[in-house]
């Protein structure tokens, strides 16, 4: 449920010691509440989270949002972005006081084209995210919203962290009064 990528962690903690220009990557601080990415918003950097823990999510024109994942350290964002040179696709924020290295545009484009390790942990990030998609679609259908809650609160137990009653019912893809409901009938 917080995904994390140690392998990319540590490859990016070695860029940064060994950089020649210091300002490739720099380390950025994130609030709590504080957001890294906006949708449809401009992304001038891709960023990995060094600490903390993240909420990303699609914003519908609704005004409904739906959590994707909950991010942690060496999850990468704004690289989608960057590739594509498009606006941002959703939007990330920070659960929890959070770091992130934050590669320039430039030196980033320029790992994808020198840099072997970046592109094989890039298509390993794509497939897993490919992967985590379609497990938890079909986690969805195959297990009750009661099943799929009882994890989310256990997570939030277990990291230490405050799950608003908004973001447990975005993340399950279900309204409050729904999460209210099943809410109660753990609680019997």
């Known amino acids: 449920m917080v995904r994390t990528n140690l392998l990319f962690l540590n490859y990016i903690d070695e860029l940064y010691e060994k950089q020649e220009r210091r300002e490739d990557i720099i380390l950025r601080k994130f609030s709590k509440g504080e957001r890294i990415l906006q949708q449809n918003g401009e992304s ?18 609704n005004g409904k949002e739906y959590i994707i994942e909950f991010l942690s350290k060496g ?19 920070a659960m929890t006081d959070t770091t992130v290295y934050a590669l320039s545009k430039p030196y980033f484009t320029s790992l994808i084209k020198s840099n072997l ?16 998609t379609s497990s938890r679609a079909s986690y969805q259908q195959l297990y009750t919203t009661e099943h799929t809650l009882r994890q989310l609160l256990g997570l939030q137990s277990q990291q230490n962290i405050e799950i608003s009653k908004e973001d447990m019912a975005a993340y399950l893809g279900i309204t409050i009064r ?11």
Do not use: H, P, Q, W
């Open 44 to 61: 001038s950097k891709v960023m990995l989270i060094k600490e903390g823990i993240t909420k990303c999510y699609f914003t519908e024109e």
């Open 75 to 93: 999850e990468i964002v704004g690289e989608i972005e960057i590739i594509k040179n498009i606006a941002c696709l959703c939007s990330v924020e």
């Open 117 to 132: 390790t970046l592109n094989n942990l890039l298509l390993d990030v794509f497939a897993e995210r490919i992967v985590n």
């Open 178 to 188: 729904s999460l209210n409901r099943v809410l109660k009938s753990l609680n019997k």
